[in-house]
Nanobody, 124 residues
Framework: QVQLVESGGGLVQAGGSLRLSCEGS????????MGWFRQAPGKEREFVAA????????YDAESVKGRFSISRDSAKNTVYLQMNSLKPEDTAAYYC?????????????????WGQGTQVTVSS
């Protein structure tokens, strides 16, 4: 069992930055692939970025590549999402997820555990 707790969301002006954190429990956390997803009101959940257990990274190239970066600190059981040059369309609830498959996946069905989400609101 893995429990995930996100933090770091908030209200920021367009062009600003935020860093989201996702702290996981469990001694096997470093073996999980980790992903960030987001869901805006009235829209489906969408993939943002993922990182595998070895640090291999994939992004949603169309929406966040070049602005967002994912990283992990296995010693702290934490995954981060650094978000720069934020836009109003980035406004959403952001969720981290853990995959026992160990690789970075853009498919939500590959993830076994989900956090409760943290709200990011970008004002224009």
């Amino acid at each position: 069992q893995v429990q995930l707790v996100e933090s770091g969301g908030g209200l920021v002006q367009a062009g600003g930055s935020l860093r989201l954190s996702c702290e996981g429990s469990g001694q096997t956390f470093s073996s999980y692939g980790m992903g960030w997803f987001r869901q805006a009101p009235g829209k489906e959940r969408e993939f943002v970025a993922a990182i595998n257990r070895r640090g291999g990274i994939i992004y949603d190239a169309e929406s966040v590549k070049g602005r967002f970066s994912i990283s992990r600190d296995s010693a702290k059981n934490t995954v981060y999402l650094q978000m720069n040059s934020l836009k109003p369309e980035d406004t959403a609830a952001y969720y981290c997820a853990a995959s026992s498959l160990g690789y970075a996946s853009r498919w939500s069905g590959d993830y076994d555990y989900w956090g409760q989400g943290t709200q990011v609101t970008v004002s224009s």
